[in-house]
Nanobody, 124 residues
């Protein structure tokens, strides 16, 4: 089994920044990707950003390109999401997810493991 634990959410004013962390523990894999998804109130869960653990290649949703950065710390088995220039429409529960596959995909169904989520609220 794999455990994913997110942290770093909170309340921030528009234009501000937050950094989310997701620590992975448990079973290990030779090839996998980690990603961040979010679920705004009353809406479906959507892809935000993902990173291939081996290659480091990344993908982003168009809505966050240039504002959010995903990164990883191999030694700590931790993935980060640096969120800058936050907007009220970024308000959502943010989830960390792991897919046992080498390349980042945007589909929630591909992801095998999920964290419990962390709330991000951006006030206008």
């Amino acid at each position: 089994q794999v455990q994913l634990v997110e942290s770093g959410g909170g309340l921030v004013q528009a234009g501000g920044s937050l950094r989310l962390s997701c620590a992975a523990s448990g079973r290990t894999f030779s090839s996998y990707t980690m990603a961040w998804f979010r679920q705004p109130p009353g809406k479906e869960r959507e892809f935000v950003a993902g990173i291939s653990w081996k290659s480091g290649s990344t993908r982003y949703a168009d809505a966050v390109k240039g504002r959010f950065t995903i990164s990883r710390d191999n030694a700590r088995n931790t993935v980060y999401l640096q969120m800058n220039s936050l907007k009220p429409e970024d308000t959502a529960v943010y989830y960390c997810a792991l897919d046992v596959a080498p390349s980042v995909v945007r589909t929630t169904l591909n992801y095998d493991y999920w964290g419990q989520g962390t709330q991000v609220t951006v006030s206008s």
